[in-house]
């Protein structure tokens, strides 16, 4: 079986994960693994500060915690998403508002912002979907404009960048995945990215439990979302490869659409001219001209051809415990819920060679009718 996405880890991160156990590295913010990873991180990330937690799920969480989001509150959120965007929502008694895709990059539509601001709305979600940027300049002028608060979603799309400045730095804060399918991994993590120095302060304090001084004596509610030392390790040695990761994710990206770009019934991905696609995943749509049904397809890949894939995400608007919520707001999501049924990605391993892929572009091929 090909599976759809395998992590690039070699004996650098072996070595440099057993260093930091023998240095003893394990729990707390002990050692020098963690502070040099935050470091690069957000060098990386174009921020002065990185705090890193335990996943980008728990970033989310986090960053919404530091705004001070009330029960009741708003938060916009893109429709399609994995559902830890709108859990950081959620779990705080905000009201996640699903946005609808657009066709182009599945990305939110930003043309609906403006229609779907209320007075209770606080707060934008931007995903950057399977590693191509928002067109954050844009977002940044309505946003403004609605003194909307943005929070950068970017679980899938480490390096990627919008008109050459890195995702993660034009909202007040950048929300990363480091979970084992992402283009950097520390197996479970994640980090926010910030250039507020009094905001980074209170990621530091609300991280590890809002300690103060005595130390046994919390003003607030925090929370236990530290990274461990060694996975910080791990993560500096991908920093380390990283450059190589993204070249193969782009690499495994064009040769799949040389393969495929004469197949009818496929939407391929795109990189619009102003953005940096990493191609955290090699997402397509399977349109009804191609013969057969996304669900067949995705069937026949596995049963005849030993070839994995996942479909996109369930949209915001479809998920139960949202729509039971209550204040929830209903918000039609046409694009996303078309999306849903249509979208699959492909195995998008770095390690993936040309033959590999072309094989699963042949397979894609031979069952078109």
């Known amino acids: 079986m090909i ?45 002065k500060h990185a705090i890193a937690v335990t996943s980008g799920t728990t970033a989310l969480h986090l960053a919404i915690a530091a705004l001070g989001i009330q029960r009741g509150d708003e938060i916009l959120v893109s429709a ?29 539509d930003l043309e609906l912002i403006d229609g779907m601001v209320t007075p209770r709305t606080r707060a934008i979600i931007p995903v950057h979907l399977f590693g191509h940027p928002v067109d954050m300049d844009r977002l ?31 909202g ?5 995945s480091f979970y084992a399918n992402k283009l950097i991994t520390t197996g479970e993590g994640g980090a926010i990215v910030t250039n507020d120095d009094k905001m980074a302060d209170r990621l530091r304090s609300l991280r590890n439990l809002a300690f103060t001084t005595p130390r046994f004596r919390h003003e607030e509610a925090g929370y236990n979302y530290r990274m461990t ?36 019934g496929l939407r391929l991905p ?14 397509l749509e399977v349109l009804p001209w191609f013969g057969i049904t996304r669900d067949e397809l995705q ?18 608007s479809q998920q139960p415990f949202l729509q039971r919520q209550k204040g929830a707001r209903s918000a039609p999501t046409p ?14 391993s770095c390690q993936l060679d040309d033959e590999q892929i072309q094989y699963i572009a042949d397979q894609i091929r031979s069952f078109l009718r």
């Open 140 to 170: 940044l002028t309505i946003a403004d404009a609605n003194n909307l608060v943005i929070v950068e979603d970017c679980a899938e799309a480490h390096g990627a960048t919008c008109r050459g400045r890195s995702v993660g730095s034009f």
């Open 270 to 283: 795109v990189e619009l001219p102003w953005a940096k696609n990493v191609y955290w995943m090699y997402a």
């Open 229 to 264: 030392g060694y996975q910080a390790a791990m993560g500096l040695a991908q920093l380390d490869r990283f450059e190589r990761i993204l070249k193969e994710k782009r690499r495994v990206a064009r040769t799949y659409s040389a393969a495929l770009a004469d197949v009818p």
């Open 3 to 47: 599976p759809v996405c395998e992590p690039w880890i070699g004996e650098e991160e072996i070595d440099s994960v057993v260093g930091a156990l023998r240095r003893g590295e394990i729990s707390g913010s002990f050692g020098s693994a963690l502070p040099d990873f935050e470091r690069r991180f957000a060098e990386l990330s174009e921020c």
């Open 335 to 348: 694009v996303a819920d078309r999306i849903w049924k249509t979208g699959l990605y492909l195995p998008s």
């Open 299 to 316: 069937r026949k890949l596995r049963e005849s051809a030993g070839i994995d894939t996942r479909t996109f995400f369930c949209p915001m």
């Open 172 to 176: 007040l804060m950048g929300c990363y």
């Open 80 to 108: 399609s998403t994995n559902i830890a965007t709108a859990l950081a929502a959620y779990h705080h008694g905000a009201v996640a508002v699903p946005v609808d895709s657009e066709d182009e990059t599945w990305n939110l």
